[in-house]
């Protein structure tokens, strides 16, 4: 249950090298004494406030607020994002899952590092963490995707000791594009094949489906539930949703896309063929950049490139300055893909960080990890080296969509019988 009285300790203080203090924001209540420090610092729609404290409520493995604000000399310099909660540590090989350990984790949100966050302050966000941990506060820490080489992942890769650090960081490339000002400029952007590629499947699609391609964006609060519908019947077709992941039509994801309404961030995009959804991209518009959230494609009409082709409409409507409010970038989200790498043009590494507390489970969660990580590293090297990385992932992707889509088709069978 969440916290909202006040809590053991209202105020952690913790002295870092006498000039930096840390704070720790564990109740509802302490975090509403710094709302006006947080939302002047808002800066990523992960760490907006509004959607921080949704999530706080619509979870309910969250325990309790976990904030901490670094201060020097008294003056606040930085916000560290966080939350205590129940969470599943999966214990896996690639994409196969082994088993999962369901531990109490601080976790610590992608985009939720505010302020300044010096090297000092980082030391003092990292020290109030270990604190924390030794008191069993949490099994473990979890820092989820710390831009690499910033003074905080310097600091949660070092400061821990040998059996409470992690020795396999996960490390992913992030991309992003730079929205041009014309759609020519975008396409002198691409290389002559690709190109040439999105020509020709936009006239493939053109030619078979004459006038029946449409584009929607949705955006407001009275669109949801045909955006709901129409999404769902594509998402539940894809290989994310066989691998347990992206899009689904659950109360919380309800919730969270009609809170991105009310604001005014949302931006979720449907490609139409003849009436019926074949792909979409769901998206926050936050300030001058449009953050990719969610996105899919039905398998069944895969010769068309629904997914490219889907993509290219929407930057060819950013270009114009079409449903853009102003969006100069576009942030492609966690993970790496071949459409990013071609689209992108700006790139940096994003590092998954955990610290184990000295708590039996802690120590537990990091023993059985490193065997799967390390026959996982093994398997990879080998892989690279032959080249066949690319190919396991498409073997295994494809695999996974198979069996999703017999699943559909069993589960259409069932609802519309004869």
Known sequence: MLSVGKGPTELDVRSTRGATLTKVARTLDEVDAIANLWRSWECHPNSDMDAYLHTLASRPDVIAPYVITALRDDVPEALLVGRCEWTSVP???????LSELKIRALTFIYGGQLGHLSLDASRGAVRQVLSSLKTGEADIAFFNHLHAGSHLHSCVTTMPGFRARDPFPSLRIHRAMTVPESVDAFFLRLSPKVRKNQRWQTRKLEADHPGDAKLRCFRDVSELEVLFRDVEEVARRTYQ?????????????????????????????????????????????????????????NPVHSSYSPGMCLIMKVIEQFCNRTHSAGIKEIDFGLGDAQYKEIL??????????????????????????????????????????????????????????????????????????G
């Open 344 to 417: 992108g043009d700006r790139e940096w590494a994003d590092v998954s960080v955990y610290i184990f507390g000295p708590s039996m489970k802690g120590l537990a969660t990091s023993l059985l990890r490193v065997p799967a990580l390390l026959v996982e590293r093994a398997a990879r090297a080998g892989l690279q080296r032959t080249g066949l990385v690319s190919r396991i992932k498409r073997i295994w992707r494809e695999s996974t969509r198979r069996r999703t889509m017999l699943g559909t088709r069993e589960t259409d069978q069932r609802c519309w019988p």
């Open 91 to 97: 214990i896996r090989v690639g994409y196969r899952n």
């Open 241 to 297: 949703r066989g691998l347990g992941v992206g899009f689904v039509n659950s109360p919380e994801m309800r919730g969270r896309l009609e809170l991105s309404a009310r604001k005014g961030w949302l931006r979720a995009f449907v490609l139409y063929v003849a009436g019926a959804p074949w792909a979409f991209w769901i998206g926050t518009s936050y300030g001058q950049t449009f953050h990719s959230d969610f996105m899919g494609y």
